[in-house]
């Protein structure tokens, strides 16, 4: 009997001594030339729960961002604060994006943000401090489609800006 306490008590620490649930901290923004439209097609995915927690933080302590109550308070914020984390360069000239809109998928919300009047490029450099002044661990993958050609970046607090080339 004492023999399976024993092992049952080691077991039992051992399992307690793990983390089981690991949390990343990451989000992914994809980046789409649209040459028909002469645009940036943008949808930048973040886990609801992290974007949710900044949010309060800096602007209301209330928000909950899945309410229909507070919808339109909820896209003035998320506009806000990507319009001041994450910079785009063409061509060594920096763009602005509009916020489009916003929806839910499981625990990501996506966003939609578009840059319009780009005809074509050769450089793009970006620039994504979403959630890193927040967590630690934080990176950003950015991938970014010209045509047929997509590169990608993974920026981190360290190293938060990256440039791509696309030659014609």
Same mark, same amino acid.
């Given at each position: 009997m004492?023999? *399976? $306490?024993f092992i049952?008590?080691v $077991?039992? /620490?051992?399992?307690?001594?793990?983390?089981? $649930?690991?949390k990343? %901290?990451?989000?992914v #923004?994809?980046?789409e030339?649209?040459?028909?439209?002469q645009?940036l097609?943008?949808?930048?995915?973040? &886990?609801?729960?992290?974007i949710?927690?900044?949010? @309060?933080?800096? %602007?209301d302590?209330?928000?909950?961002?899945q309410?229909? *109550?507070q919808? =339109?308070?909820?896209? !003035?914020y998320?506009? #806000? %604060?990507l319009k !001041? +984390?994450l @910079? /785009? =360069?063409?061509?060594?000239e920096?763009v602005?994006f509009? &916020?489009?809109g916003k929806? %839910?998928?499981?625990?990501?919300?996506?966003?939609?943000?578009?840059?319009?009047?780009?005809?074509?490029f050769? =450089?793009?450099k970006?620039s994504?401090?979403?959630l890193?002044d927040?967590f630690?661990? !934080? *990176?950003n993958?950015?991938?970014v489609? +010209?045509?047929?050609?997509r590169?990608?970046l993974?920026?981190?607090?360290? @190293?938060? *800006?990256?440039?791509?080339k696309?030659?014609?």
């Amino acid at each position: 009997m004492k023999k *399976q $306490l024993f092992i049952v008590s080691v $077991l039992v /620490i051992s399992l307690c001594s793990f983390n089981v $649930l690991h949390k990343f %901290y990451v989000s992914v #923004t994809q980046i789409e030339f649209n040459e028909e439209e002469q645009s940036l097609q943008i949808i930048s995915r973040i &886990f609801i729960d992290d974007i949710e927690k900044v949010l @309060r933080e800096r %602007y209301d302590e209330k928000l909950e961002l899945q309410s229909k *109550q507070q919808e =339109t308070k909820v896209d !003035q914020y998320l506009n #806000t %604060y990507l319009k !001041q +984390k994450l @910079r /785009i =360069t063409v061509d060594g000239e920096e763009v602005f994006f509009s &916020f489009l809109g916003k929806e %839910y998928d499981n625990d990501l919300v996506l966003c939609y943000l578009e840059v319009e009047n780009v005809s074509s490029f050769e =450089t793009i450099k970006v620039s994504n401090l979403a959630l890193m002044d927040f967590f630690e661990e !934080q *990176q950003n993958i950015i991938h970014v489609k +010209k045509g047929k050609k997509r590169k990608s970046l993974i920026l981190e607090k360290e @190293r938060d *800006q990256g440039m791509l080339k696309f030659s014609e």
